[in-house]
């Protein structure tokens, strides 16, 4: 199975910081790269697909690089709804699997 | 209105069986694949299973292979998890979601439905 390791696994930030996750599979997996965030108690919501592409709806200050196995998910400018628990997914192979994580939380 | 809502969830002992529903509504269903996911109490998500809009292919994580079906009905817009042999560590909110070709992702999620393996 690819492995996916997201670091970190949490960080503190403020509002109006500039924060960078980032996503590294065990192989590479082309673009096939996707970034959501769930906030407490509810279903996650995909932000990013295909490693860079935004999900219809989601703010602009979202975006996502990368390819082969390093990819990066981006908020240019946190705002207070942000913080939430964001994960990245691959389904490169038949057999998709997730990060373990990264939670964002208010500094 | 497009969404999907679970069924099914409860409690059950180890051992035993539960079959989860998703039913879909708002869209063709029967154009995408489909997908369950887990997410075990204060845990990250797990992937389970997934099935092409026609039913197959049919892909299960390692974790449920052997233990777990998943199924589709076009015809009434739902999707099954049918659940065998559960353990305690198969204890999670269940999620069903869309698949949108080409790219994979899960771009619509339901609210899920708690299932707890205990004795």
């Known amino acids: 199975d690819i492995q996916m390791t997201q670091s970190p696994s949490s960080l503190s930030a403020s509002v109006g910081d500039r924060v960078t996750i980032t996503c590294r599979a065990s192989q590479s997996i082309s673009n096939y790269l996707n970034w959501y965030q769930q906030k407490l108690g509810k279903a996650p919501k995909v932000l990013i697909y295909a490693a860079s592409s935004l999900q219809s709806g989601v703010p602009s200050r979202f975006s996502g690089s990368g390819s082969g196995t390093d990819f990066t998910l981006t908020i240019s400018s946190l705002q207070p709804e942000d913080f939430a628990t964001y994960y990245c997914?691959?389904?490169?192979?038949?057999?998709?699997?997730f990060g373990q994580g990264t939670k964002v939380e208010i500094k | 209105q497009v969404q999907l809502v679970e069924s099914g969830g409860g409690s059950v002992k180890p051992g035993g069986s539960l079959r989860l529903s998703c039913a879909a509504s708002?869209?063709?269903?029967?154009?995408?694949?489909m997908s369950w996911i887990r997410q075990a109490p204060g845990k990250g998500l797990e992937w389970v299973s997934y099935?092409?809009?026609?039913?197959?292919?049919?892909y299960y994580a390692d974790s449920v292979k052997g233990r777990f079906t998943i199924s589709r009905d076009n015809a009434k817009d739902s999707l099954y998890l049918r659940m065998n042999t559960l353990r305690a560590e198969d204890t999670a909110v269940y999620y069903c979601?869309?698949?949108?070709?080409?790219?994979?992702?899960?771009?619509?999620w339901g609210r899920g439905t708690l299932v707890t393996v205990s004795s």
């Open positions: 997914q691959q389904t490169y192979s038949t057999l998709w699997t």
């Open positions: 979601a869309r698949v949108p070709a080409p790219y994979w992702h899960f771009d619509l």
């Open positions: 708002g869209f063709t269903f029967s154009d995408y694949f």
């Open positions: 099935i092409s809009s026609r039913g197959s292919p049919i």
